[in-house]
């Protein structure tokens, strides 16, 4: 049996999660990308670890995500991308300290990931396209491979920043400050 649960976030919780990641991200600016990337890596990797609900783990897997794309060299992010992939990372520095937070945490990937829809959605198509084309052709990393990725890759990135851009634009009120909530 499931159930379905849903709650709404006020101003004053959005205000506070868009607090938090401010403040997370500021601390993160001085420090090196690969210290952010690791930090979220060992908050990812303890909730993989612990013993939690299935919808607090679901919402983390989308931190795996972003983790593996950052680390994807054959996703190959512009610079402004993989900024913006930082600064979300930079919302995870901090690993959890109880249940209670790891819900907080849920919460914050959800909506960063919100944020980063489109980009999630254009790097798992990625990956599936990848993974079929090397079924397909047994192919190892090399010129050739290069040559089908990086077509997939530009196409599938300039409709992740079409996207994004179209969304954006459309978004008023407080659906736009959501989107620029986390300064991604």
Not at 47 to 74: I, N, P
Not at 119 to 148: M, N, V
Request: aromatic share 6%; hydrophobic share 40%; charged share 30%.
């Amino acid at each position: 049996m499931t159930i379905r649960v849903s709650f709404e976030l006020g101003d004053a919780d959005l205000q506070h999660l868009a607090e938090v990641a401010q403040v997370r991200q500021s601390a993160a600016r001085s420090q090196p990308v690969e210290r952010i990337v690791a930090a979220a890596r060992e908050v990812y990797l303890k909730c993989v670890q612990a013993h939690l609900a299935d919808f607090v783990k679901e919402r983390y897997s989308r931190l795996g995500t972003m983790l593996e794309m950052v680390d994807d060299a054959e996703w190959r992010l512009s610079q402004e991308d993989s900024q913006r992939l930082v600064n979300a990372l930079a919302c995870f520095t901090e690993p959890a300290a109880d249940a209670s937070s790891a819900l907080d945490q849920a919460i914050m990937i959800e909506l960063v990931s919100r944020d980063l829809h489109h980009d999630l959605e254009a790097y798992r198509d990625f990956c599936k396209f990848r993974e079929a084309q090397i079924a397909k052709r047994h192919s190892p990393p090399g010129t050739a491979r290069e040559e089908w990725l990086s077509q997939r890759r530009e196409t599938l990135q300039k409709r992740m920043h079409t996207r994004r851009k179209r969304d954006l634009d459309a978004a008023a009120g407080p659906v736009r400050r959501l989107f620029s909530l986390f300064g991604l």
